[in-house]
């Protein structure tokens, strides 16, 4: 659920782009509407799942907002949450590529490594990285804040 204490966030950022004070953010972003959103996704929505995750997030978030319910639902649907994580998404872009390569030299210098994933979600690093470490490790834990990850995390990387 969405805080008190978020929405007086986003306020903030929003009174700061209509006064000008956010340095790269114009106040003309203000007078975008749903047409001019909507053109700009459909760029990419047919072969980006990352640039979808967003689309589907906004679209439902002040429904999910108003009920107090979890944008979880909208953001996970069809794979959307994974892919904002992977790869070249817009979440990671080369830092994923980069913790591969950090991983796979630490690993072959320290091959029983015990590996402590912190917030793994989605599993989309975990999948990265676990392939990066070719088996060059004694364990892997994968630990994230809700249960819901947990059945396909263990579904894919049970072994």
């Avoid at 439902?60 to 107090?68: D, E, F, M």
């Avoid at 909208?74 to 979440?91: P, T, V």
Wanted: net charge neutral; proline share 3%; glycine share 8%.
């Amino acid at each position: 659920m969405v805080g008190a204490g978020n929405l007086r966030w986003y306020n903030l950022a929003v009174e700061k782009v209509n006064l000008s004070a956010q340095p790269r953010k114009s106040s003309n972003l203000n007078n975008d509407i749903l047409s001019d959103i909507t053109q700009i996704l459909s760029r990419y929505t047919d072969h980006r799942k990352d640039i979808r995750f967003f689309e589907a997030a906004g679209n439902n978030l002040l429904s999910v907002i108003r009920s107090g319910g979890s944008i979880l639902e909208y953001m996970n649907q069809d794979g959307l949450l994974r892919a904002f994580y992977e790869g070249n998404a817009l979440c990671t872009g080369p830092a994923s590529q980069w913790l591969d390569r950090l991983v796979a030299k630490i690993s072959r210098r320290f091959p029983k490594l015990n590996i402590l994933e912190i917030g793994a979600g989605t599993g989309a690093i975990t999948s990265s990285v676990s392939r990066a470490l070719d088996g060059a490790y004694a364990s892997y834990t994968f630990t994230d804040m809700s249960s819901a990850f947990f059945l396909p995390a263990e579904e894919e990387f049970g072994e």
